[in-house]
């Protein structure tokens, strides 16, 4: 107990460093020093075309387009990965909300409501908190947008041993949407961590329809080269 104590005093003294790379951090520089910052993968497309080429991953054909954006991509092994899943697996948000600070810019102008991927509600009580949740609380402090609350998840089965049809089966009918009246009209910007196969983005959008909002968008922290 007491050498515990003790650790937990240490910890205050060590000086911040790079989560990355080790590098003590300069004052101000967050949780990665600004060589690795530097370093981070992003999409060789503009936001544009990126835009274009997630749209049929991420969208109902029938939903009213808004724009799909990422400013990272994701692998394994590379920083931003690395962040991404101690974030949501590590017990670190403090990471998701540095991320997420570098996809406000990508909120659109004219977004109405932020609405976070739900999760289960024993999934999220096992993890703590919603990674979804912790990224769109720090795009709405920097940009003013509110979030939402209107999407519920029930458990599904975890889509990472199916391919293309099967996972699209898979998740239908896993998100609803409540107080659908209070979405009508607006530009509803979905909030996702990371976008692989688009598929999660594309239920939640499908689940949002039945409440008419005016546009849809997705937005996420990173998105992998292929899915
Ligand atoms: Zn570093």
Redesign the pocket.
């Known amino acids: 107990m007491i050498l515990r104590r003790l650790r937990i005093a240490a910890s205050l003294f060590v000086p911040d ?7 003590p ?1 300069v004052d101000g520089e967050g949780p ?6 530097m370093g981070f993968d992003r999409p060789a497309e503009s936001p544009a075309a990126l835009a274009d080429t997630l749209r049929p991953r991420v969208m109902p054909r029938r939903a009213p387009f808004g724009t799909a954006a990422a400013p990272f991509v994701y692998t394994h092994t590379n ?1 931003v990965g690395r962040l991404i899943r101690a974030g949501k697996y590590g017990d670190r948000p403090g990471l998701l909300t540095y991320l997420a600070a570098r996809l406000a810019p990508m909120v659109p102008d004219d977004a109405d409501v932020l609405m976070p991927v739900p999760m289960p509600w024993l999934k999220k009580l096992r993890r703590g908190y919603n990674q979804t949740e912790v990224i769109a609380a720090e795009l709405s402090r920097i940009t003013g947008v509110p979030v939402g609350d209107n999407l519920t998840a029930r458990r599904h089965r975890s889509q990472a041993s199916m391919r293309g049809a099967e996972r699209r089966r898979a998740m239908q009918g896993v998100f609803r949407v409540r107080h659908a009246d209070e979405l009508e009209g607006l530009h509803v910007a979905l909030v996702d961590d990371i976008i692989t196969t688009g598929t999660t983005l594309y239920a939640a959008a499908e689940a949002l329809l039945p409440a008419s909002p005016g546009r849809l968008s997705a937005l996420a922290l990173a998105v992998t080269r292929q899915a």
């Open positions: 460093v790079c989560y990355l790379c080790g590098a951090a990665v020093c600004v060589a690795c910052a920083g």
